[in-house]
T-cell receptor, first 113, second 111 residues
Framework: GDSVTQMEGPVTLSEEAFLTINCTYT??????LFWYVQYPGEGLQLLLK?????DKGSNKGFEATYRKETTSFHLEKGSVQVSDSAVYFC????????????FGKGTMLLVSP | GAGVSQSPSNKVTEKGKDVELRCDPI?????LYWYRQSLGQGLEFLIY????????KSGLPSDRFSAERTGGSVSTLTIQRTQQEDSAVYLC?????????FGSGTQLSVL
């Protein structure tokens, strides 16, 4: 079945450091890939997405590139801020109209001043 | 409303009792999802509705769990004879197309 594997956290960084959160997936067909973010005390919200191979999703300084050859969708940001502290979830939605998202376990990011 | 609303926000119950969790999706959203978020387990899919029907119930962990949706809007997740392992945050999400909008969840604690 479909699955998403993320690096375990917490990831602890100082402000302005470079961030990478690894995500790999297993799925049949050509899934769409997503990163969702959950800020403390809030619900999950979509951060970025990519729907086909080599697409790059970007938002709020975060980027992720859909790599079909390595089945990966790693999240990156060049300079993190304290306000980026949150839990980040990688997810996939299988193609062919099946709408349920399969999530990874989430990676907590803690950014200190 | 402006977003997905879930109630109650917190529920403490005794083992063996039944609980009902409610989700009010964004108006007009045809798809509705229930997920469970447990510490260290990430988000676990429970059930998906398209309109009032549930084409995918594969994630419900046991027959103690059931869900319904009426009028293509409000959904209720019912857990019968709760167990301690049911303790988790239960999240509801709705969508019209691809993007899911999540509620803040119901924190369920079974003592």
């Amino acid at each position: 079945g479909d699955s998403v594997t993320q690096m375990e956290g917490p990831v602890t960084l100082s402000e302005e450091a470079f961030l990478t959160i690894n995500c790999t997936y297993t799925a049949t067909g050509y899934p769409s890939l997503f990163w969702y973010v959950q800020y403390p005390g809030e619900g999950l919200q979509l951060l970025l997405k990519a729907t086909k191979a080599d697409d790059k999703g970007s938002n709020k300084g975060f980027e992720a590139t859909y790599r079909k050859e390595t089945t990966s969708f790693h999240l990156e940001k060049g300079s993190v801020q304290v306000s980026d502290s949150a839990v980040y979830f990688c997810a996939l939605r299988r193609d062919s109209g099946y709408s349920t998202l399969t999530f990874g376990k989430g990676t907590m990011l803690l950014v200190s001043p | 409303g402006a977003g997905v609303s879930q109630s109650p926000s917190n529920k403490v119950t005794e083992k063996g009792k039944d609980v009902e969790l409610r989700c009010d999706p964004i108006s007009g959203h045809t798809a509705l999802y229930w997920y469970r978020q447990s510490l260290g387990q990430g988000l676990e899919f429970l059930i998906y509705f398209q309109g009032n029907s549930a084409p995918d119930k594969s994630g419900l962990p046991s027959d103690r769990f059931s869900a319904e949706r009426t009028g293509g809007s409000v959904s209720t997740l019912t857990i019968q004879r709760t167990q301690q392992e049911d303790s988790a945050v239960y999240l509801c999400a709705s969508s019209l197309e691809e993007k899911l909008f999540f509620g803040s969840g119901t924190q369920l604690s079974v003592l």
